[in-house]
């Protein structure tokens, strides 16, 4: 008697905000790398914002309602995967803590925050994706966000899914961990500061001489590309193509040009 065949795990795609609004090729991207790991891939309709700007701001109240609002869409998957680790950080470290004092959402903040994983990890450490079919053409180097890595513990599965993409050469980032000073509401309240953060992150990525930036946070990401475009136009600084890596790892690459860079017409 033959085995029965093994079920697919059924898969919620949180797609953040910024994906969503700004960057969709990401999530059609993890739909593709999801699907190719085995996953039955779901992207729940009604979600919005996992309540991390209001979490940063102190507006706890407002951040426990999105909290609640998310738990309840999201707590039947198997497991949660969010391309970015900030809002993955957010949901699986940071809404036990906001609803521990609830009898009745903190065991769902709990159960939903153990299925919860960024993305890129969930390919690797769960799901033992080791090796992807994807080509793309360039020297890259690799910027760690900050809640991915430092909460999250995302740092080596996106450099050795990396070094499997066909054409790719990975140049390590020097302060590769340093914050690109985005940081969400801290480039508003302290711009100066996060300037200069991010003037000194621009400076390590020109001097890789990789020809592609890669992270797995758009927040970062959009950051870096704003002042990596604004150096090359203001003083003729070598432009840097960004990219989520989501989409170097999918082939997905042709789909949209690069972040910060006009879509060709046509």
Not at 49 to 76: H, K, S, V, W
Not at 220 to 246: F, I, Y
Request: with cysteine.
């Amino acid at each position: 008697m033959s085995a029965a065949p093994q079920r697919r795990p059924r898969v919620g795609l949180f797609v953040t905000c910024l994906v969503d609004l700004f960057r969709p090729t990401v999530g059609f991207a993890a739909v593709k790398l999801l699907e190719d790991a085995g996953c039955e891939v779901e992207v729940p309709g009604m979600q919005t914002c996992c309540g991390q700007p209001a979490f940063n701001a102190g507006d706890n109240d407002d951040a426990r309602m999105l909290a609640r609002r998310t738990i309840a869409l999201l707590e039947d998957y198997d497991y949660v995967v969010v391309p970015s680790g900030s809002c993955g950080g957010m949901i699986r470290e940071h809404y036990p803590e906001l609803l521990a004092g609830d009898a009745d959402w903190a065991p769902r903040a709990r159960h939903v925050a153990a299925r919860t994983h960024e993305l890129v990890s969930f390919l690797h450490d769960v799901r033992g994706v080791t090796r992807v079919d994807a080509r793309y053409a360039d020297d890259v180097t690799y910027h760690d966000s900050c809640s991915g890595l430092r909460e999250l513990g995302v740092k080596t599965q996106p450099r050795a899914l990396l070094r499997s993409v066909d054409g790719v050469a990975l140049k390590e980032l020097p302060g590769a961990e340093t914050c690109c000073g985005f940081g969400g509401t801290f480039c508003v309240k302290y711009p100066e500061i996060s300037d200069k953060m991010v003037g000194e992150k621009a400076a390590d990525i020109l001097a890789t001489g990789a020809g592609t930036l890669l992270a797995g946070d758009m927040g970062c990401l959009m950051n870096m590309a704003g002042k990596l475009k604004r150096l090359a136009m203001e003083t003729g600084a070598r432009q840097v193509k960004v990219r989520h890596v989501a989409e170097v790892l999918a082939g997905m690459t042709d789909e949209a040009a690069p972040i910060g860079e006009p879509e060709a017409k046509g």
